[in-house]
């Protein structure tokens, strides 16, 4: 058959495709009639079949038997390569930045951690110390107005007894 008679890629997938649907079998020696390709290529695309038990799309198969991928992958070395190194050598720098840069915030974070820790530790202590020492100011208060209450009440005693000796010892006194 001439290249111009032959059909399309996608008229014989349809046709593998129906060719399953009709047939119900998991033998796929019958596909063989389907294709109308050459002896080489029908024997990679029965082999590609016969290896994968998902459908063989477009862009898996490229005329030649080769895969997108397997191209991809044995691709020949030429001046796409070096940009595509440099890409992913550029790329991978960029990784290796960006993980330094993430590993050294992540010490300064748990070194801002610990320090929070410590201040708050102080802070607490302060407070604590601040808050010992106004109890004891306030003991110390209560204790003087204690004592000031029992100086008042004997003053307040004295004066209410001098007052009424005083009247007795001085009549004319106005007391």
């Known amino acids: 058959m001439s290249e111009k008679e032959r059909p399309s890629e996608l008229a014989i997938l349809k046709a593998i495709s129906n060719q399953r649907h009709l047939s119900g ?9 389907t294709l109308v390709k050459s002896s080489i290529w029908k024997e990679n695309t029965l082999r590609k079949i016969a290896q994968s038990a998902k459908p063989i799309t477009t862009h898996d198969v490229r005329p030649g038997g080769e895969s997108s991928l397997s191209r ?6 030429g ?12 790329k991978s720098a960029i990784l290796r930045r ?3 840069e993430i590993d050294r915030l992540r010490r300064k974070i748990a070194k801002l951690n610990a320090e929070n820790a410590r201040l708050t530790e102080l802070h607490q202590d302060k407070l604590d110390s601040h808050r010992n020492e106004l109890l004891e100011f306030q003991r110390a208060f209560d204790e003087f107005q204690q004592q000031s209450d029992l100086l008042l ?5 004295e004066n209410e007894r001098l007052r009424l000796e005083c009247k007795v010892n001085n009549k004319r006194s106005m007391l």
Not at 79 to 90: G, K
Not at 153 to 157: K, P
């Open 153 to 157: 009440t004997e003053l307040d005693q």
């Open 79 to 90: 001046e796409n390569d070096d940009s595509a190194n440099q890409e992913e050598r550029r």
């Open 72 to 77: 991809k992958r044995s691709a020949p070395l």
């Open 25 to 33: 079998e998991t033998d796929r020696s019958n596909l063989n009639v």
């Open 98 to 100: 960006r993980g330094e």
